[in-house]
Structure formats: structure tokens, C-alpha cells
């Protein structure tokens, strides 16, 4: 059974860097499928950040390209989210998932709980 | 982008009822690459459907989705206790991945 599990700062003062990290049990992530980080704003919909390929690769949303990195820790088995230069706009239920690709979208057949993370000084 | 607007937002219902829940995409949706999830509070979401019909491993057939085009369909035959959640549609025919604002199926 795959299992994900998001970890991070509840709170991040605006300016500074988000950074989570999930760690994945029952499956490699080396092994193959997508990588993935999922966020829903209080009150919005949920939003697609951007994935990361088993191989290194990695396919982001255009609307957080600039301040999105997500990374590998294959020795963990985890992969992590960095978003940098934080505002109340980022304020969110992050998820993490596994990823499935056709034409170059997504769907996620596993997903952990989610964390949420609060931007405020 | 694809936007996805689904109806009704809360669909109030009895257990045994059957649920009718409705996804409109702004554009076709490609090979009819859409997806449903469930999401209880304090729970992982799980997803239901992929392909706009085929169910995903585990997942009760009573859970069924339709659809192709712009408009699709998630519909549980009878409710069951544990049914009672937000639902979402997802499409994956274009990047980005875009989801729909969700369903919450109430109990009456």
C-alpha cells in the first residue's frame, strides 16, 4: 500500500521560503511514476504546483515557475517543495501525491493528508 | 487553461438515494482524460475514477463515471454511510492540470 506523508512549518513569515517534505512508504520513488505537490488555498480550488519525475525530471505550473522547486532525497525515499518568497497567497493546504502523466497533465492515484501552511508574521 | 465547473455545489441526499454529480469543462477535454476524487476531512483524498469511466483499484461499483467532450458525469447508485464527502473532477487532457470546486454530498 503506498503511503505519503507531508512535513513542514505550519508557519512561514512572508518573504522567507516554504519548504515541506514528503516521505513515501510502500513504494520506490525511483521505481517510476511522478512526484507530486497539490495546493488548496482556505475558500479555493485545488491547484496543481508541479511534479518531479523518477528520473530527475521536473514539469512545473507556470503560474509558480519562478518560485517552485521540487527535489528528490532518493536515499530517504522522500521528495521535497521549496517555494521561495512567500506571501498571504501561498497560505494553503499542501498536499503531496503520486503522479500518472498522459500529454503532459497528471491525475495522482495516491495522495497523502495534507499540511497546512499559514504565511503571517 | 481548462476551467471545470461542477454542480450543484451541495447535493443534500438520503443514505440508499442515488447521486447524480455534474462536471463542465470550458474546452474538450482531450481523449476524455478526467478524474474524480473524494475527499473527507482529515483524510488523504482517494481517487475514484480516471478516463472518465474506469474505476480506480479498490473503488465500490457503485461508484460510476460518464462523460466525453465537455461535459461529464460522477454517479453513485446508493449512497452509503461512508459516501457522504466533497467530491472533485480533474482534467489531465491539458497541462495544467486543472480541478473543478467540488461537490459536497450531505446527508438529508
Known amino acids: 500500500q503506498v503511503q505519503l506523508q507531508e512535513s513542514g512549518p505550519g508557519l512561514v513569515k512572508p518573504s522567507e521560503t516554504l519548504s515541506l517534505t514528503c516521505a513515501v512508504s510502500?513504494?520506490?520513488?525511483?521505481?517510476?511514476?511522478?512526484w507530486v505537490w497539490i495546493r488548496q488555498p482556505p475558500g479555493k480550488g485545488l491547484e496543481w504546483i508541479g511534479s518531479l519525475y523518477y528520473s530527475g525530471s521536473t514539469y512545473y505550473n507556470s503560474s509558480l515557475k519562478s518560485r517552485v522547486t521540487i527535489s528528490a532525497y532518493t536515499s530517504k525515499n522522500q521528495f521535497s517543495l521549496k517555494v521561495s518568497s512567500v506571501t498571504a497567497a501561498d497560505t494553503a493546504m499542501y498536499y503531496c501525491?503520486?503522479?500518472?502523466?498522459?500529454?503532459?497533465?497528471?491525475?495522482?492515484?495516491?495522495w497523502g493528508q495534507g499540511t497546512l501552511v499559514t504565511v503571517s508574521s | 487553461e481548462i476551467v471545470l465547473t461542477q454542480s450543484p455545489g451541495t447535493l443534500s441526499l438520503s443514505p440508499g438515494e442515488r447521486a447524480t454529480l455534474s462536471c463542465r469543462a470550458s474546452q474538450r477535454v482531450s481523449s476524455s482524460y478526467l478524474a474524480w476524487y473524494q475527499r473527507k476531512p482529515g483524510q488523504a483524498p482517494r481517487l475514484l475514477i480516471y478516463?472518465?469511466?474506469s474505476r480506480a483499484t479498490g473503488i465500490p461499483d457503485r461508484f460510476s463515471g460518464s462523460g466525453s467532450g465537455t461535459d461529464f458525469t460522477l454517479t453513485i447508485s446508493r449512497l452509503e454511510p461512508e459516501d457522504f464527502a466533497v467530491y472533485y473532477c480533474?482534467?489531465?487532457?491539458?497541462?495544467?492540470?486543472?480541478f473543478g470546486q467540488g461537490t459536497k454530498v450531505e446527508i438529508k
Open positions: 501525491a503520486r503522479g500518472q502523466s498522459h500529454a503532459g497533465s497528471f491525475f495522482f492515484d495516491y
Open positions: 480533474q482534467q489531465y487532457g491539458s497541462s495544467p492540470a486543472t
Open positions: 478516463g472518465a469511466s
Open positions: 510502500g513504494y520506490s520513488i525511483t521505481s517510476g511514476y511522478y
